[in-house]
């Protein structure tokens, strides 16, 4: 009857109402019946990104009222959640795409189910339908009649001349002949008679050729056109599917989510009603009541408590009354005057006004004003970036070629700590790269050529000499779709953001003796690989099984960072990253190696050429036989290498803390 969300959310439902009950029978809730009702809000409104706040102002309230403590006052936050109840309005909502089981989903369909289907659509289609069936419009026949070269009348002759063909023995004429034959009438007639009968030969042939030329070549261009037309086909009925499949995704995610949403609200709508009567019940008014010669007594006020205090009220003859005051609740006081309080009335008297500041002591000195100096902090926060552009243009260029244009963008970040002591190290760096080539002629467009999100943190204790007990957290992927270009012929997504993504958590020692070198051995290393969308990208082309996102593996890594400076403009960077799997130690392993040279030719263009050299075991290529059929798969080495010139900005400086001298 429900499903197993919809039990989830039943109970809490259940639960928060016999909560509400709780708290008209006892004045306190107990501690951790707050704590779960707090944390559901927290979930929704604040911890995950994939539930966004329909209204902002509602999540400012209910953030103020997770907070209210350290507030003010609740009154004015109270007042909106409740208009916000009585119009019904939603307090959370999140896309379709982002909801996390999507292939649990029923109706959804997954991309190895899409790619299955696609199969099967082309079987049938070549069954189904053959490429001699289509038909040829008479344009294209007759296009290619006019386009055919023939044989003009005449001229058939050329056609012995070139050797296509031979005249028979029978139609032999001498190119000399003989006064014998010239001389003889029967001879004579003879060769008139034979070269008559060569004249005719030679038409036919003529003939003969030029239609045998012209079928052929009509052939070539029928059969060119219904390939065509047969794989355009195909490629339509394909694309209609995957047409169909991603709305028919869209709107089974769309009517999941909005149950989903649906049953959230209302669990949040129950919890937020806990929290505001638990909120309005402990909460308090702090009222300062000030008499004529600034005597301030302070009263708390709050539900359920009943509080005195006294004030005595003054007159500028100094005349003293005194009111009790009593709290009925957070918002209502009661004035008293004491018992056995009695008036009298006197006579207006002259009195004589008098400075009593006059016998104040004097103490308007000067005193001495602190001076302010910087203090060097334990932090070194710094990074790089440059910007690179590459054009060419060319129109009617005899030696060839294309234009093209490239640009690319490489951002460093870097923020580390380091005790004075050196006992201590936190080192966090950061890094995006990308980068897009349009280049000229048929294939005119934007493709993709590097494109690199990765954040490392390393945090180490000194263990003994140059050695440190180390612990890190590396995160990298990509943040646009790659694609095989041209796109055009190739639309299925290879990688995308988050698909993958790999995230490799170390513990081991790392050897730093000195600033510039760095290796970090990790034999207790976990490598996790993720694909956020698994109908947009197949994930099984990274290892990852069917129907699953994600997989974990162990393994020993090793880290080598190496910097040298060669001279004041030149300097050499490489990091080097190993992975060998526990599970096959012997035959899976992964490698990553950047090799960056950096040429600085003033203070804001600098030169740099990048080697990197990548082999993951997880990431498979098609293998293709002589006929071009697919035949399995392998890792393989990929080589990426870059050469720029461009602008570029450095900052690397020490956080300081400004301190002032008593």
Same mark, same amino acid.
């Given at each position: ?37 707090? $944390? ?5 409104? &604040? #911890? ?5 706040? +329909? !209204?902002? /102002?509602?999540? *400012? ?52 189910? $899409? ?5 099967? &659509? #082309? ?5 189904? +339908? !053959?490429? /001699?069936?289509? *038909? ?68 036919? !042939? ?457």
């Amino acid at each position: 009857m429900f499903s197993e969300k919809g039990k989830i959310f039943l109970f809490i439902l259940l639960f928060t109402g016999f909560s509400k009950l709780l708290f008209a029978q006892n004045s306190v809730i107990e501690e951790e019946l707050l704590r779960n009702n707090i $944390q559901v809000l927290r979930s929704y409104f &604040i #911890e995950n990104n994939n539930w966004h706040v +329909v !209204k902002k /102002e509602v999540g *400012t309230d209910v953030d103020a009222l997770l907070h209210f403590i350290e507030d003010e006052s609740l009154d004015q936050i109270i007042k909106n959640l409740n208009d916000t109840m009585r119009v019904n309005g939603n307090y959370v909502m999140r896309l379709p795409e982002n909801v996390e089981d999507s292939l649990s989903v029923p109706g959804f369909v997954p991309y190895a189910d $899409q790619q299955m289907e696609v199969q099967i &659509i #082309e079987s049938e289609y070549r069954a189904s +339908v !053959k490429p /001699e069936d289509i *038909t040829v419009p008479p344009a294209i026949i007759r296009e290619a009649e006019n386009e055919v070269r023939q044989v003009p009348e005449g001229e058939g002759m050329r056609l012995f001349a070139d050797s296509v063909y031979t005249f028979p023995e029978e139609l032999y004429i001498p190119e000399v002949i003989p006064d014998s034959i010239l001389n003889s009438p029967d001879m004579f007639n003879e060769l008139v008679r034979r070269d008559s009968l060569r004249r005719d030969y030679i038409e036919e !042939k003529r003939v003969f050729y030029n239609d045998s030329v012209k079928a052929d070549y009509i052939s070539r261009i029928v059969s060119v056109y219904r390939a065509e037309k047969y794989n355009e086909n195909l490629q339509y009925r394909i694309k209609r599917y995957k047409d169909e499949v991603k709305l028919n995704n869209y709107y089974v995610l769309k009517n999941y989510n909005d149950e989903v949403v649906a049953q959230v609200n209302d669990s949040i709508k129950a919890v937020l009603n806990v929290l505001m009567t638990y909120a309005d019940h402990i909460d308090t008014t702090r009222l300062s009541l000030i008499n004529l010669y600034g005597e301030k007594e302070d009263i708390l006020l709050q539900n359920g408590a009943e509080r005195y205090s006294r004030i005595w009220l003054k007159n500028e003859q100094n005349d003293s009354l005194a009111v009790m005051v009593k709290n009925t609740d957070k918002r209502t006081v009661q004035m008293l005057i004491d018992d056995g309080v009695t008036f009298s009335r006197f006579k207006e008297k002259q009195t004589k006004d008098f400075d009593f500041e006059s016998l104040k002591p004097n103490y308007n000195k000067f005193k001495s004003v602190g001076k302010s100096y910087e203090l060097e902090t334990p932090w070194n926060i710094g990074g790089d970036g440059s910007i690179g552009l590459t054009q060419t243009y060319l129109d009617n260029w005899k030696k060839g070629g294309k234009s093209s244009l490239a640009t690319l963008m490489v951002l460093k970040g870097f923020a580390n700590y380091s005790r004075k002591d050196g006992k201590v190290k936190w080192e966090n760096s950061g890094e995006f790269r990308n980068g897009w080539i349009r280049p000229g002629g048929d294939e005119s467009e934007l493709q993709k050529n590097d494109d690199k999100f990765e954040i490392t943190s390393r945090y180490g204790l000194s263990a003994f000499k140059k050695w440190y007990y180390s612990a890190e957290l590396n995160f990298n992927t990509q943040i646009f779709r790659g694609y095989k270009y041209p796109k055009a012929d190739n639309p299925d997504v290879l990688s995308a953001f988050m698909a993958p993504a790999t995230t490799y958590l170390k513990i081991g020692l790392d050897y730093k003796p000195n600033k510039n070198l760095s290796l970090f051995l990790s034999p207790l290393t976990m490598k996790n690989v993720y694909v956020r969308d698994t109908a947009l990208v197949d994930q099984t082309s990274f290892s990852i099984d069917e129907g699953r996102k994600a997989f974990w593996e162990p393994g020993l890594n090793a880290d080598l960072s190496y910097k040298r400076q060669i001279t004041d403009d030149i300097s050499y960077e490489t990091k080097y990253k190993m992975f060998i799997n526990y599970k096959d130690p012997f035959k899976k392993f992964d490698l990553n190696w950047e090799n960056n040279f950096k040429m600085q030719l003033n203070s804001y263009i600098d030169m740099r050429l990048m080697f990197h050299f990548i082999y993951d075991d997880d990431v498979k290529f098609p293998i293709y036989d002589a006929d071009g059929n697919k035949s399995g798969e392998e890792a393989k080495l990929q080589i990426k290498e870059f050469f720029t010139i461009g602008f570029t900005y450095k900052i690397n400086k020490k956080v300081m803390r400004t301190h002032r001298i008593r």
